[in-house]
């Protein structure tokens, strides 16, 4: 156990909607990233906030978009779903973004896009 | 921009025994680190292994133990007296060592292994 929870478990959207994907960090970890890993696929990195500001933003579109919150909460949020990002999301978090930090995993949120 | 590849997509090893995953990297970066993750049926990602690449001393964790060629830019890893429940997918990652760039990891795509009782 990491102690870093997800929710839901899994999620299945129409093409077009939006959606939310929610992250529990580990108290006191104030860096939280967020990776999409694709079938048969290693992850890739979407995005980190720190302290509640993006710190750090990989190669997707702005329809992925992130929150923080001071309770060590975190959302992601996809508008306009496209059937590609079905996939496993999963959120990392750390104590803070320095390269000595260890991420902690969560057990990912499946979205499938019909 | 760094890649990182592993190139055994599936591999099994007998129980007891022992197995190598490889994985190699690119980057023009002098300074970073190099990860290996599990990653179970559960789906949660494991932290193994991590290597500096400033240390040419090969890290090892119990059963777990690197082989960091920095030069060949390679990063392989051995589990020693394999159990079932190393059963997982492994993947290798690589993190730029910057206080600027945070700590984003570059992952490869993954090798298999089943650990056959």
């Known amino acids: 156990e990491t102690g870093v929870t997800q929710s839901p478990t899994h999620l299945i959207k129409t093409r077009g909607q939006q959606v939310t994907l929610r992250c529990s960090s580990q108290?006191?970890?104030?860096?939280v990233s967020w990776y999409q890993q694709a079938l048969g696929q290693g992850p890739q990195f979407i995005f980190q906030y720190y302290r509640e500001e993006e710190n750090g933003r990989g190669n997707f579109p702005p329809r992925f978009s992130g929150l923080q919150f001071p309770n060590y909460s975190s959302e992601l949020n996809v508008n306009a779903l496209e059937l590609d990002d079905s996939a496993l999301y999963l959120c990392?978090?750390?104590?803070?973004?320095?390269?000595?930090?260890?991420?902690?995993f969560g057990p990912g949120t499946r979205l499938t896009v019909l | 921009a760094q890649t990182v590849t592993q190139s055994q997509p599936e591999m099994s090893v007998q129980e007891a025994e022992t197995v190598t995953l490889s994985c190699t990297y690119d980057t023009s970066e002098s300074n970073y680190y190099l990860f290996w993750y599990k990653q179970p049926p559960s789906r949660q990602m494991i932290l193994v292994i991590r290597q500096e690449a400033y240390k040419q001393q090969n890290a090892t964790e119990n059963r777990f133990s690197v082989n960091f060629q920095k030069a060949a830019k390679s990063f392989s890893l051995k589990i020693s007296d394999s159990q079932l429940g190393d059963t997982a997918m492994y993947f290798c990652a690589f993190m730029k060592q910057s206080n600027n760039a945070g700590n984003m990891l570059t992952f490869g795509g993954g090798t298999r292994l089943m650990v056959k009782p």
């Open positions: 108290s006191g970890h104030n860096t």
């Open positions: 990392a978090s750390s104590p803070g973004f320095f390269y000595t930090d260890t991420q902690y």
